[in-house]
Structure formats: structure tokens, C-alpha cells
């Protein structure tokens, strides 16, 4: 054990370049994904929160039980849009880490939009009166609460990006975790681990549990900054 953590640990010190690919493609996949997902989750989650209609309560509930969707149901639903016999088969985007940045979006979208949906409704509950009063339309409102809660919505996107980097099963159904292109931490250590490789798998996962650490870090710091400098 103490010699496989050894091994581990020289593979991170010489920054070996099999581990920095996979490290770099993880990183490039969830953010893009985190992106994506934070275009379309922050106002959709922002206009549930506001926005007036039948089936509000519905929907809300449908964005919460979609955080806990398994992600391999997520990957089989891409899967089959991307092969050959689903509508975007032409595009020849399958076993690519462009459906692996699909698959993460639609997991990350969900995760966003409802803590978006909470954040924001509960501003509102706030500052209803006085956005009313200025006249402010739907528009307007969505942007100022967005931009009044945006420390609290800074979370939610490392929520998302911690979500979307630990992820394994879409991304080894839809990126097939081809050697040099489409391979990422978390599906490096699955592969590595059943070859016996253990001192790779256990590098990946170093890298992969600092990386959460420093997410939920700098969460809590920001979230502490921000409290005690606005209140």
C-alpha cells in the first residue's frame, strides 16, 4: 500500500504527461459543461422563482428530482440522440468530448437551475415590493436578484462543477474513454483500478479529491466573505 502511494505520488511530482492530459481534459469538458449549464440553469431557475403560472410548483419540484437523476440514464439518453439511428447522428459527435460536454450539461442544468430557483425565490420574497414599485418588468427583476444573489449563485456553479467532474457513467457511455481523447479522471480510475494500475487510479483520485476540496473551499469562503461584507 505505502509503496503503491509512493508510486502515486512521483507520477503527480514529475507532472507525467498521461496524468496532466487527463487532468487537463476533465477540466476543459466540466467547465465547458458548467458554462453551458450555467447560461441556461441561472435564468431558468430565476424565472420559476418570479414568474407566475400554473404549474410552477410542478416544475419546481420536477428541477429538484432532477438533481438526483442517475447519470448513466442521462448517458444512455445522449447516447441514443448521437448514434447513427438518433436524430444528431449525422453530426458525428459520439464517443467525442463534445457529448461528453453534453451529457455534464444536461446533468448540470437541473443541479443549477433549482438552487437557483431557492436562492433567488427567497430574495424575492424580500424585495418583491420595492422591484414592483420601481415598475420593473420580468426581465429586470430575473437581472437585479441575479446580480444581488450572485455570491449565493457562485456556490451553486461549484455545486455544478464539483457534480460534473465527479461524474462517471454518462461520460464513459458517451465518450467511449478513449486513450489521449475522450479519457477523464474519473473514468481513468475505473479503467486503471480493474487493469491493476493501482498507483495511476490512485494519483487521478488525489487530483480529483484536492479538486473537490478546493471547490467546497473556496465555496465556504466566498460565502463567508460575502456574509460579512454585505451581510
Do not use: H
Not at 461528453?100 to 443549477?112: D, G, I, K, R, Y
Amino acid at each position: 500500500m505505502s509503496e503503491t502511494f509512493g508510486d502515486a505520488l512521483s507520477l503527480l511530482g514529475r507532472l507525467d504527461p498521461a496524468v496532466l492530459g487527463i487532468v487537463w481534459l476533465s477540466f476543459k469538458v466540466s467547465l465547458t459543461a458548467v458554462c453551458i449549464g450555467a447560461a441556461i440553469g441561472l435564468p431558468l431557475g430565476a424565472w420559476v422563482a418570479v414568474a407566475e403560472f400554473p404549474g410552477r410548483s410542478v416544475l419546481a419540484v420536477l428541477l429538484n428530482g432532477m438533481m438526483g437523476v442517475p447519470s448513466v440514464i442521462v448517458g444512455v439518453i445522449v447516447y441514443l440522440l448521437l448514434s447513427r439511428s438518433g436524430p444528431f447522428g449525422p453530426m458525428g459527435l459520439l464517443y467525442s468530448p463534445a457529448a461528453m460536454v453534453v451529457a455534464q450539461t444536461l446533468l448540470v442544468v437541473p443541479l443549477v437551475a433549482a438552487l437557483t430557483r431557492q436562492i433567488v425565490e427567497d430574495a424575492w420574497r424580500e424585495y418583491a415590493i420595492e422591484l414592483r414599485s420601481l415598475r420593473f418588468n420580468m426581465r429586470q427583476c430575473i437581472s437585479t436578484l441575479l446580480y444581488d444573489c450572485r455570491f449565493s449563485l457562485v456556490v451553486a456553479l461549484l455545486a455544478g462543477l464539483g457534480r460534473a467532474m465527479s461524474e462517471v457513467g454518462a461520460v464513459m457511455i458517451v465518450g467511449g474513454n478513449i486513450e489521449g481523447f475522450t479519457r477523464v479522471m474519473t473514468t481513468a480510475i475505473a479503467l486503471e483500478t480493474a487493469k491493476g494500475d493501482l498507483s495511476l487510479s490512485l494519483a487521478l483520485g488525489i487530483v480529483l479529491i484536492s479538486v473537490v476540496l478546493v471547490l467546497n473551499g473556496g465555496a465556504y469562503t466566498l460565502r463567508y466573505w460575502a456574509m460579512r461584507r454585505y451581510g
